[in-house]
């Protein structure tokens, strides 16, 4: 059983140590949804993925991917990367709206 969201969000852009990335902060009702599965997964499987994420089928545009989501603050905000390749093809810039799909695998 999976289940898929949709949002439309900003794209943020972080620097870190290692370099730059564009992210998109997902919050709210999608950030419960996520949330309530990674809990399902850990009850079902008895363990958590690595640092807490969720795998998911995301797709913006016609640009669709597999990858995973990350929490930050106590699941109540998850973190989706989004890589140039995506950038490129979607002509995607730092502050743009991300119109999202994700399905939660």
Same mark, same amino acid.
């Given at each position: 059983?999976? =289940? #898929? @969201? #949709?949002?439309?969000l900003p794209l943020r852009r972080w620097q870190g140590d290692r370099g730059t990335?564009?992210?998109?902060?997902?919050?709210?009702?999608?950030? /419960?949804?996520?949330?309530?599965?990674? @809990?399902?997964?850990? $009850? =079902?499987?008895?363990?958590?993925r690595g640092f807490g994420s969720v795998k998911v089928m995301a797709s913006v545009?016609?640009?669709?991917?597999?990858? #995973?989501?990350? &929490?930050?603050? /106590?699941?109540?905000?998850?973190?989706?990367?989004? #890589?140039?390749?995506?950038?490129?093809?979607?002509?995607?810039? =730092?502050?743009? &709206?991300?119109? $999202? /799909?994700? =399905? $939660?695998?």
């Amino acid at each position: 059983m999976s =289940e #898929s @969201l #949709s949002c439309t969000l900003p794209l943020r852009r972080w620097q870190g140590d290692r370099g730059t990335y564009h992210l998109v902060t997902i919050t709210g009702k999608a950030a /419960e949804a996520i949330a309530a599965h990674a @809990l399902m997964h850990r $009850l =079902e499987f008895g363990t958590q993925r690595g640092f807490g994420s969720v795998k998911v089928m995301a797709s913006v545009g016609r640009t669709i991917w597999k990858t #995973s989501v990350f &929490p930050q603050r /106590e699941k109540s905000e998850w973190v989706l990367l989004v #890589s140039k390749k995506v950038m490129r093809a979607e002509d995607l810039a =730092e502050g743009d &709206p991300v119109q $999202l /799909e994700l =399905e $939660l695998l």
